[in-house]
C-alpha cells in the first residue's frame, strides 16, 4: 500500500504500472496480484484510508450531545488532521478522473456520507456544505503546494475558517470543547 501512494502521488496513477508497484514493495508481481487483482483496488484501498477515520468520526460526534459548532469543528480538525498528516498526500487523488470508476463506488458513497454528515452539522445549507467541505478537502492542494506544512495549526485555522464560514466565531472554550469530544469518541 505504501509503495503504491508513493507512486500513485509521485509519479500519478496513469503512469504507475502494477509492475512498478511491485518492484518498490519488494514483491513479485504475482504476489501483489493475490492480494490486490487490479491496479484499481490498490486505489480504492487508499480511498478508503482518506474517507474512513473521518466517517467514523462523524458518526460518533453526530451521536454526542453537543453544540453542533462544536462538533463541526471537532469534525473538521480531524479531516484535515487526516488528509494532511499521512507521509504521502493521499487526498490529492480525489482530483484523478478515474474518482468516476464504477470501481471506486464505495468510496464515493462513504465520502458522500461525510459530506452529509458535514451537511447535519451544518443545518441543511447544500451550498454552505459544498463550501465547507470544499476548503476541508482543498488540504490537498495546500499539502501539494507546501509539503512542510504545519499539519496541527492547517487543522485549527482550517477548522476555524469552517466555523467562520457558518457564522460562528471560534475561541478557545470551543477549541477545548472540541478537542475533549474527539478525545473522547
Do not use: C
Amino acid at each position: 500500500m505504501d509503495a503504491a501512494a508513493e507512486l500513485f502521488t509521485g509519479a500519478g496513477y496513469a503512469a504507475t504500472t502494477t509492475r512498478a508497484i511491485a518492484e518498490r514493495a519488494g514483491l513479485r508481481q504475482a504476489s501483489l496480484y493475490y492480494h490486490f487483482p487490479a491496479k484499481e483496488d490498490l486505489l480504492a484501498a487508499l480511498l478508503a484510508e482518506t474517507v474512513r477515520p473521518s466517517l467514523d468520526v462523524a458518526r460518533a460526534l453526530l451521536k454526542v450531545d453537543a453544540p453542533a459548532s462544536t462538533r463541526l469543528w471537532a469534525l473538521s480538525y480531524s479531516d484535515i488532521h487526516l488528509l494532511g498528516g499521512g507521509p504521502h498526500n493521499l487526498g490529492a487523488l480525489y482530483l484523478l478522473p478515474e474518482i468516476s470508476s464504477p470501481g471506486l463506488a464505495d468510496f464515493r458513497a462513504e465520502r458522500f456520507e461525510l459530506k452529509d454528515a458535514y451537511r447535519a452539522l451544518i443545518g441543511g445549507a447544500a451550498a454552505l456544505t459544498d463550501l465547507v467541505f470544499g476548503l476541508v478537502e482543498s488540504t490537498a492542494l495546500v499539502r501539494r503546494d507546501t509539503p512542510d506544512v504545519d499539519i496541527e495549526a492547517h487543522a485549527r485555522h482550517g477548522a476555524d475558517a469552517v466555523l467562520r464560514i457558518t457564522g460562528t466565531e471560534p475561541g478557545a472554550m470551543l477549541h477545548a470543547a472540541a478537542l475533549r469530544l474527539l478525545k473522547d469518541s
